[in-house]
C-alpha cells in the first residue's frame, strides 16, 4: 500500500503487511512515520494512491462499506464530542452502526460498565480526563462487536495507571477473539501488548516480527556509559575495541557486548588504563529501542533523532507527512 | 431495517445531535436569535415611520414589514452556525468518526441541515410570537402563520448548505466565521429591510434579482398582506436557488475531502 500527498510528500512508501485473526500487531514508529496514514487507508478514511489492502476480507477501495461493517475505530485523540454525554455518544454510535434502539441501549450500557463510565454516563465528555475519554473512545469503538480494533496511539499522553486500563482491556478484547491492529511510538506498550511488531519509519516497514524474534536478531546485551566531561572522544575509541558502537544518545555512549555481561570488566578497565573516569554504567538486554536503532540508525524513544556513525536508513529515502 | 429507514433513523440522530449541539453552546444559537431581535428592535423603533414614505407599501405597521427580514438574518445566521459547527466536527477529528461508519456520506451533511431546519423553524416562531406580543398583524392568519414556518425552515436548510460546502472545504471554523459580515451584504442588497422601490441604483437592480428579496417578499406577504401563491413560489424559487447552489458545493466539497482525507 502506498499513500503519496504530493509529488514531494510520500508517508507511506509501500507497506506490505498480513495481520493474522485473533492477533495483536502494533506499529512502533516515532510520528511522521506514516503509522496514523497507514491506519486511516485500512479504515478507509483515506485512499491508497497505490497498492490495494484487504481487511476482514474485503477491498478497501471497491467494498469501503464492507470493511467499515468489520471494524471498530479508535484515533488519535479520542476525536469526542466535548458537548455530548458519554450516554449520547455510546447512543450515536450504535444508531451509526444500524443497531435496534433496544439493542443499542443495552450494549451501551454493557460497554460502559465494562470501561467504567457507567456513573459519568450522564456528564458532557468535555469533562471527562484523558484516561476516560480514551476508554469512552475504546468502548464507542466496540459497540457493534467488531471483528478487527483499530486503536490508533491509544494511550498517547496518558498516565501510567490509565495506560494500564486500556492495555488490559484491549488484552481482554483480544483474548474474547478481536484482532487488534494498533500503532504506538512507546516500545513498553509494543513489546507488552502485541504479539507481533512491524517497525515502521519514513513509510517503509524496516522490520517485522514477535518482539523477542526482533530482540534476538540483534544480539546481545550492550553497555551504556557517561564519561566525564572531554573524554567522549577517546571513549569511543577504547569501547570500539571491544564491539559496535551504538548512536549516542544524551551523552551516553552504547556499545553492543559481543560476549554479554563478561565484557563489562575489560572495557572498564581499559577505560581505567586509559585515564578515563566513567560517571555511570549500565548494562542493558535488547530492547525495541535497540532494534529500531539497529534497523533505522535512529532511536525511536524520545525522538533523539541522533544518526548513528557510520549507519545510512536502510530505506529508500521518502519525505514525511504532515497529516501522518 | 431497509437502506432508506437506516438512513432516516442515522439523519435523526445526528440532527438531534447538532440541536442539542446548538443549545449546549449558546454562542451559536445567539447569533440566530439575539442579533436579529435587537436589529429588528432598533431598526423598528428607529425607522417605524418610514412607511409614511411615498411608494412604502400600505402595510399595519413597519413591525410587520421587518419581521421577514429579521427571520431572513437569523436563517442566514443559522446557517452560518451550522458551518462553523461542521468545521468544528472536522477540526476535532469527530467527522472521522462518523466517516468511519457504515453509513451514506450524504446523510452527515443532511443530519446538520435537519437541524438547521430545526432551529430555522424555532427562530420562526421565536420572531412571530415577538411580533405578535409587539403588535404585529399576521394577515394571513393561522395558515399564513405556518407557512411562514415552512418557508423560514427550508430557508435555514438551504442557508445551512452553504455553510456546510464552506466547512467541508475549508475544515476551518474561522473561514466559516469570516463570511458572517457577508451575510449583513447580500440582505442590505436585498429588499429584505426596506421596499425594493425605496432603494437606490445600483441596488435597486441587484435587489432585483437577488434571491434573498424572493425569499423575504415570500415570507413577508403572508404577515403583512395575506396569502399569495405567486409570492410563495417565488420565496421557493429562492431557497430553492440556495439549496442547489450550496448542495452542488457541499458535494463537491465532500468529495474532495473524502478523497484527500
Known amino acids: 500500500m502506498e499513500r503519496r500527498f504530493s509529488d514531494e510528500v510520500l508517508a507511506v512508501a509501500g507497506i506490505d503487511l498480513e495481520v493474522a485473526e485473533r492477533e495483536i500487531y502494533a506499529f512502533l514508529g516515532p510520528n511522521g512515520a506514516g503509522k496514523t496514514t497507514t491506519v486511516r487507508m485500512l479504515t478507509t478514511l483515506l485512499r491508497p494512491t497505490g497498492g490495494s489492502a484487504w481487511v476482514a476480507g474485503h477491498d478497501v477501495v471497491a467494498d469501503p462499506s464492507g470493511v467499515r461493517r468489520a471494524i471498530g475505530v479508535a484515533l488519535q485523540e479520542a476525536a469526542l464530542d466535548p458537548l455530548m454525554t458519554g450516554r449520547e455518544l455510546m447512543l450515536l454510535q450504535s444508531t451509526l452502526h444500524g443497531l435496534p434502539s433496544a439493542e443499542g441501549v443495552r450494549r451501551s450500557e454493557a460497554l460502559l460498565d465494562r470501561v467504567g463510565l457507567t456513573e459519568a454516563a450522564h456528564r458532557r465528555v468535555g469533562t471527562y480526563s484523558g484516561g476516560m475519554r480514551r476508554r469512552l473512545d475504546l468502548a464507542a469503538a466496540l459497540v457493534h462487536e467488531p471483528r478487527v480494533l483499530?486503536?490508533?496511539?491509544?494511550?498517547?499522553?496518558?498516565?501510567?495507571?490509565?495506560r494500564q486500563a486500556i492495555w488490559k482491556e484491549v488484552r481482554h478484547l483480544n483474548d474474547e477473539g478481536t484482532t487488534v491492529f494498533l500503532t504506538t511510538q512507546y516500545l513498553e506498550e509494543a513489546d507488552q501488548l502485541a504479539d507481533r511488531v512491524g517497525i515502521i519509519d519514513r513509510g517503509c516497514i524496516s522490520a517485522e516480527g514477535t518482539p523477542e524474534s526482533l530482540k534476538a536478531e540483534i544480539g546481545g546485551s550492550h553497555l551504556e556509559l557517561r564519561i566525564a566531561e572531554g573524554g567522549a572522544e577517546r571513549a569511543r575509541e577504547v569501547m570500539a575495541r571491544f564491539g559496535e558502537l551504538m548512536p549516542e544518545r544524551d551523552g551516553i555512549l552504547m556499545v553492543l557486548l559481543p560476549h554479554g555481561a563478561s565484557d563489562v570488566a575489560p572495557i572498564v578497565r581499559a577505560l581505567d588504563d586509559a585515564g578515563?573516569?566513567?560517571?555511570?554504567?549500565?548494562?542493558?538486554?535488547?530492547?525495541?529501542?535497540?532494534?529500531?536503532?539497529?534497523?533505522?540508525?535512529r532511536h525511536l524513544e524520545g525522538e533523539a533523532q541522533h544518526e548513528a556513525p557510520g549507519t545510512a536508513p536502510q530505506e529508500p529515502p521518502v519525505e514525511q507527512a504532515a497529516p501522518a | 431495517m431497509s437502506g432508506l429507514a437506516a438512513d432516516l433513523r442515522v439523519?435523526?440522530?445526528l440532527g438531534r445531535r447538532a440541536v442539542n449541539q446548538a443549545f449546549r453552546r449558546p454562542q451559536f444559537l445567539a447569533p440566530i436569535v439575539v442579533f436579529p431581535t435587537l436589529f429588528l428592535a432598533v431598526n423598528t423603533g428607529g425607522a417605524g415611520r418610514a412607511i409614511d414614505l411615498?411608494?412604502?407599501?400600505?402595510?399595519h405597521g413597519f413591525l410587520d414589514f421587518q419581521l421577514a427580514g429579521?427571520?431572513?438574518?437569523s436563517t442566514m445566521l443559522a446557517g452560518v452556525s451550522a458551518g462553523i459547527s461542521l468545521a468544528l466536527d472536522i477540526e476535532i477529528g469527530f467527522i472521522d468518526r462518523l466517516i468511519a461508519a457504515p453509513v451514506r456520506r450524504s446523510v452527515i451533511v443532511l443530519g446538520r441541515l435537519v437541524a438547521t431546519m430545526v432551529l430555522g423553524a424555532l427562530s420562526a416562531l421565536w420572531f412571530l410570537t415577538v411580533g405578535l406580543i409587539f403588535g404585529a398583524h399576521i394577515q394571513g392568519g393561522v395558515p399564513g402563520f405556518l407557512l411562514v414556518?415552512?418557508?423560514v425552515a427550508l430557508c435555514a436548510a438551504a442557508f445551512g448548505s452553504v455553510g456546510a460546502a464552506l466547512a467541508l472545504k475549508s475544515g476551518k471554523a474561522s473561514v466559516v466565521q469570516g463570511i458572517f459580515p457577508l451575510v449583513f451584504v447580500v440582505l442590505f442588497l436585498s429588499s429584505?429591510?426596506?421596499?425594493?422601490?425605496?432603494?437606490?441604483?445600483?441596488?435597486?437592480?441587484?435587489?432585483q434579482w437577488n434571491p434573498m428579496s424572493f425569499i423575504a417578499e415570500g415570507i413577508r406577504e403572508p404577515i403583512a398582506f395575506g396569502m399569495d401563491t405567486g409570492h410563495t413560489l417565488k420565496a421557493l424559487l429562492g431557497i430553492g436557488i440556495v439549496g442547489a447552489i450550496g448542495a452542488a458545493l457541499s458535494s463537491w466539497a465532500l468529495r474532495a475531502r473524502l478523497r484527500s482525507g
Open chain 2, 11 to 13: 439523519i435523526a440522530a
Open chain 1, 276 to 297: 578515563l573516569a566513567v560517571e555511570s554504567l549500565d548494562l542493558v538486554k535488547p530492547t525495541l529501542d535497540d532494534v529500531f536503532v539497529a534497523k533505522t540508525g
Open chain 2, 54 to 59: 411615498p411608494s412604502f407599501p400600505h402595510v
Open chain 2, 70 to 73: 429579521s427571520m431572513v438574518q
Open chain 2, 149 to 151: 414556518v415552512l418557508l
Open chain 2, 192 to 207: 429584505a429591510y426596506f421596499p425594493r422601490d425605496l432603494l437606490l441604483q445600483p441596488a435597486e437592480t441587484i435587489a
Open chain 1, 150 to 162: 483499530f486503536l490508533d496511539e491509544p494511550t498517547t499522553g496518558l498516565d501510567p495507571v490509565s
